[in-house]
């Protein structure tokens, strides 16, 4: 089995509705212009507020990609 080298960048996913719904916008964004994701590691999360309400969830992820070996 070859040895494998990984890559982990932040991205940031931003939803009205949940921090779940944060990532999941990050992940299949990111996931259509970067191949082989592996890992999303939850960094961060956080709200941005509105006269006194929730109106954005945020969510910094570090994910993980496979890089290719060319092979």
Not at 16 to 43: F, Q
């Amino acid at each position: 089995m070859a040895d494998s080298v990984y890559r982990v960048t932040e991205v940031i996913g931003v939803s009205s509705e949940s921090w779940e719904a944060a990532a999941r916008a990050a992940v299949e964004t990111a996931g259509k212009t970067v191949r082989d994701l592996r890992v999303a590691e939850v960094i961060r999360q956080d709200v941005t507020i509105e006269d006194g309400k929730v109106v954005n969830y945020r969510v910094r992820l570090g994910l993980s990609f496979k890089y290719d070996s060319g092979d």
